[in-house]
């Protein structure tokens, strides 16, 4: 048995008989130490991923100082989930087992290595560069299928939240494609200092993204008045909410946390019979964004989303290409509803104009009205 237990945030792991595994949290902490990661979140997901595959270990009385390649494979064989998250899993057991191989701690990591071409950001943009990957155990990812919903339904949930503070957090999410960690995240001085001039249609506020990279983030000048609005005249009589700079709190003034956006927004979209989550919503802005940045003829749309959804890699951008396609189709498709409708569900759109009468011969009179 292998216990995850964290202290301020911190994470330790502990074996059977609450005895301290001593490697495994000296790697956990390297992680902050060395800057690998700054997000709380995203350590808490490293110890889980660690914990899970040393409780494994136990289970299958092995050694993880001596694990096999064979050991490694039955080990992620063994795994459940979506292709992401197995090869999430695997990324960290590779980072893990390379830092112990490194301090002499195992003979030899327990992957089997390979090189591999892939694309890195640069200085001079994207660049191909020699990497070497574990062989044979990452799965092929499915293609991914995303879901856009639909503007009405959008709206329904907007509507039919209870208070003034939820409604903020779907107009945020859905004007600015923010992740959910970055919402929360949001300071009271990039609202309380931002002047909104009368005829100013959106204002850019600064960010911290994944990775504790900062961008910044056009917010219609409307959502900003009204994060003003509910900042000093709901949020200011929250009790306990002046101890804390963070935008959104909760009913009892603590920072509101992820969970919590996720239980609002769940709650509400099924009781109206919906399935909306925060970072469909990412999505929702993602491809309706780029259709308007393109159809507006600007030069490289694909780049601009990128830069204000905080990508990395363009190539996460792209998978809004072929949504933009199918809103597009959507449109189109919902067009032909109302024609039929304004021929009284009779006819076949098409078939309207088919039916319009033959043009007036040369020199025939015709009267318009």
Request: a positive charge.
């Amino acid at each position: 048995m292998v216990h995850v237990i964290f202290n301020a945030e911190k994470p330790y792991l502990f074996g059977a008989g609450w005895k301290t595994l001593l490697e495994p949290n000296d790697w956990l902490y390297s992680l902050r130490c060395e800057g690998s990661t700054q997000s709380p979140r995203t350590w808490r997901t490293y110890a889980y991923a660690l914990g899970d595959h040393l409780a494994w270990c136990v289970r299958e009385d092995l050694d993880w100082q001596t694990l096999t390649r064979a050991d490694m494979e039955r080990y992620v064989a063994s795994l459940t989930g979506s292709d992401e998250t197995v090869n999430h899993r695997i990324t960290v057991l590779v980072r893990f087992y390379r830092w112990a191989e490194a301090r002499q701690l195992t003979l030899r990591t327990p992957f089997a290595f390979r090189e591999t071409w892939v694309r890195r950001p640069g200085f001079f943009g994207e660049a191909m560069r020699l990497v070497m990957r574990p062989h044979a155990l990452r799965r092929i990812p499915r293609s991914e299928k995303i879901c856009v919903p639909r503007i009405s339904d959008v709206w329904r949930l907007r509507t039919a939240m209870r208070c003034w503070r939820d409604q903020l957090l779907v107009d945020v999410l859905m004007l600015t494609g923010l992740r959910c960690s970055e919402l929360l995240d949001l300071r009271l001085a990039s609202f309380l200092q931002a002047h909104v001039e009368a005829d100013e249609r959106a204002v850019f506020v600064q960010v911290l993204g994944k990775g504790r990279k900062q961008r910044h983030v056009p917010f219609p000048a409307g959502l900003m008045r009204n994060l003003k609005r509910y900042i000093l005249l709901e949020r200011k009589y929250v009790a306990g909410a002046e101890s804390h700079d963070q935008v959104f709190v909760s009913a009892r003034g603590a920072p509101l946390k992820p969970s919590g956006v996720e239980f609002v927004l769940r709650r509400v979209s099924t009781q109206l019979g919906l399935a909306i989550h925060p970072h469909l919503l990412r999505h929702f802005f993602a491809c309706h964004r780029l259709k308007y940045l393109t159809d507006l003829g600007i030069g490289d749309p694909l780049g601009q989303l990128q830069r204000e959804l905080g990508h990395t890699l363009i190539t996460t951008t792209t998978r809004y290409l072929h949504l933009t396609d199918e809103l597009r189709a959507r449109i189109a498709s919902d067009h032909q509803n109302f024609i039929a409708a304004i021929a009284g569900g009779q006819k076949r759109p098409g078939d309207i104009w088919s039916s319009a009468p033959e043009p007036a011969a040369v020199g025939a009179t015709s009267h318009d009205c």
